[in-house]
């Protein structure tokens, strides 16, 4: 956060302490101040082209108590998948038909009601988190921990013991789960996961094609919602379009840690 002399705010980083508290320290620093650390911040001080003084605060996390982080900063809980769960899924040998559905979500009762089944059966069905989660478990027998929002999953995947973030994008790894940001005209959407089924590749073993499943995504007839027949089923891009859906850019992959 800035603010100069004309009494004017502008945010440059977000940080954890009371506004008030901050405020009123730093607006009492003497115009010779160079540094001031308030807690878990670092107050710089500086002057714009007309001379304005111009009071920077930036929050550093490696300064935050232990008494905040305990209280106010809460970890997803770790999840540790049994030895005896683990499973690798063969990968495919050829491209998956397009519109198919290749995860097992749910049944038809007697009723004629939709039962979801196991790994699907929990979460906020229709949502892009819970359908890579469930067939990220689906297919590698690893229940991966509450990560929160799509685009934090790869800051977060250290939180399992299973799992790995890889961030190269260049090989796109198949049977991984695939993280995408927003882009900045719409950084305040939660981002996207898919799951990447297969991947057609040149002669070299660039990726050309890139066959994967989803739900909640780009052309969903129900959104935040389950929808029979579109969640789950196999959509077929060009790499390119791959990296940067609309609204979206690929950030990286989650693959089970090797053991």
Same mark, same amino acid.
């Given at each position: 956060?800035?603010?100069?002399?004309?009494?004017?705010?502008?945010?440059?980083?977000?940080?954890?302490?009371?506004?008030?508290?901050?405020?009123?320290?730093?607006?009492?620093?003497?115009?010779?101040?160079?540094?001031?650390y308030v807690g878990d911040t670092e107050t710089v001080v500086s002057y714009d082209e007309n001379g304005n003084k111009v009071i920077?605060?930036?929050?550093?996390?490696?300064?935050?108590?232990?008494?905040?982080?305990?209280?106010?900063?809460?970890?997803?809980?770790?999840?540790?998948?049994?030895?005896?769960?683990?499973?690798?899924?063969?990968?495919?040998?050829? #491209?998956?038909? =397009? &519109?198919?559905?290749?995860? +097992?979500?749910?049944?038809?009762?007697?009723? !004629?009601? %939709?039962?979801? /089944? $196991?790994?699907?059966?929990?979460?906020?069905?229709?949502?892009?988190?819970?359908?890579?989660?469930?067939?990220?478990?689906?297919?590698?027998?690893?229940?991966?921990?509450?990560?929160?929002?799509?685009?934090?999953?790869?800051?977060?995947?250290?939180?399992?013991?299973?799992?790995?973030?890889?961030?190269?994008?260049?090989?796109?790894?198949?049977?991984?789960?695939?993280?995408?940001?927003?882009?900045?005209?719409?950084?305040?959407?939660?981002?996207?996961?898919?799951?990447?089924?297969?991947?057609?590749?040149?002669?070299?073993?660039?990726?050309?094609?890139?066959?994967?499943?989803? #739900?909640?995504? =780009? &052309?969903?007839?129900?959104? +935040?919602?389950?929808?029979?027949?579109?969640? !789950?089923? %196999?959509?077929? /891009? $060009?790499?390119?379009?791959?990296?940067?859906?609309?609204?979206?850019?690929?950030?990286?992959?989650?693959?089970?840690?090797?053991?």
């Amino acid at each position: 956060m800035k603010q100069n002399s004309a009494g004017k705010i502008s945010m440059k980083k977000a940080f954890l302490i009371p506004m008030a508290a901050a405020m009123g320290i730093t607006m009492a620093a003497p115009a010779f101040a160079g540094q001031i650390y308030v807690g878990d911040t670092e107050t710089v001080v500086s002057y714009d082209e007309n001379g304005n003084k111009v009071i920077t605060i930036i929050f550093d996390p490696a300064k935050t108590p232990d008494f905040f982080r305990e209280q106010y900063i809460t970890p997803p809980k770790p999840v540790k998948t049994a030895e005896g769960n683990r499973r690798q899924a063969e990968p495919l040998t050829e #491209a998956p038909e =397009v &519109g198919t559905v290749p995860a +097992d979500i749910h049944r038809i009762n007697e009723n !004629g009601g %939709v039962e979801f /089944v $196991s790994p699907y059966h929990g979460g906020r069905r229709g949502q892009c988190t819970w359908y890579a989660a469930g067939r990220f478990q689906e297919v590698h027998g690893i229940a991966l921990p509450l990560f929160g929002n799509a685009k934090e999953w790869i800051a977060n995947a250290w939180y399992s013991d299973d799992v790995q973030a890889v961030t190269d994008l260049t090989d796109v790894p198949e049977q991984a789960v695939a993280v995408y940001r927003p882009t900045e005209e719409f950084r305040d959407w939660p981002g996207h996961v898919s799951f990447v089924e297969y991947v057609e590749r040149d002669g070299n073993g660039k990726p050309l094609t890139i066959y994967y499943t989803d #739900a909640n995504g =780009v &052309g969903d007839p129900e959104k +935040d919602a389950y929808s029979p027949g579109y969640d !789950g089923s %196999v959509k077929a /891009v $060009s790499y390119e379009e791959f990296l940067h859906p609309y609204g979206v850019e690929l950030i990286g992959y989650l693959l089970p840690k090797d053991k």
